[in-house]
Nanobody, 126 residues
């Protein structure tokens, strides 16, 4: 599986962004997907995850209530909408995937994921 993240950019605080992660492969619906981010000088952290069938999701407290993860299995693409952006959201955002026989599985730790995209930079100015 190859992942291609896009949609990052420079945005003012309070603004919104929609990130996308396009995946190759014919078994997209059997892969749980997630977004992680890494700010300068900090460790990579979990942001949000979604199960293969899209029925289960998990959000980090830092983005809960102002972000929405979704996926279109027909287009083999995952999306992350983040609203009310804050300067502390500034980071490189990575999408990740892992094959799973459980359609409702949502991993939240980076070591549980097998495939990683190249990252897209989100910069939020104050």
């Amino acid at each position: 599986v190859q992942l291609q993240a896009s949609g990052g950019g420079l945005v003012q605080a309070g603004g919104s962004l929609r990130l996308a992660c396009a995946a190759s492969g014919r078994t997209f619906s059997r892969h749980a997907m997630g977004w992680f981010r890494q700010a300068p000088g900090k460790e990579r952290e979990f942001v949000v995850g979604i199960s293969g069938n899209g029925a289960s999701t998990a959000y980090a407290d830092s983005v809960k209530g102002r972000s929405t993860i979704s996926r279109d299995n027909a287009k083999t693409t995952m999306y992350l909408q983040i609203n009310s952006l804050k300067p502390e959201d500034t980071a490189v955002y990575y999408c990740a995937a892992v094959y799973s026989g459980d359609y409702f599985y949502v991993p939240a730790r980076s070591r549980e994921y097998t495939y990683w995209g190249q990252g897209t930079l989100v910069t939020v100015s104050s």
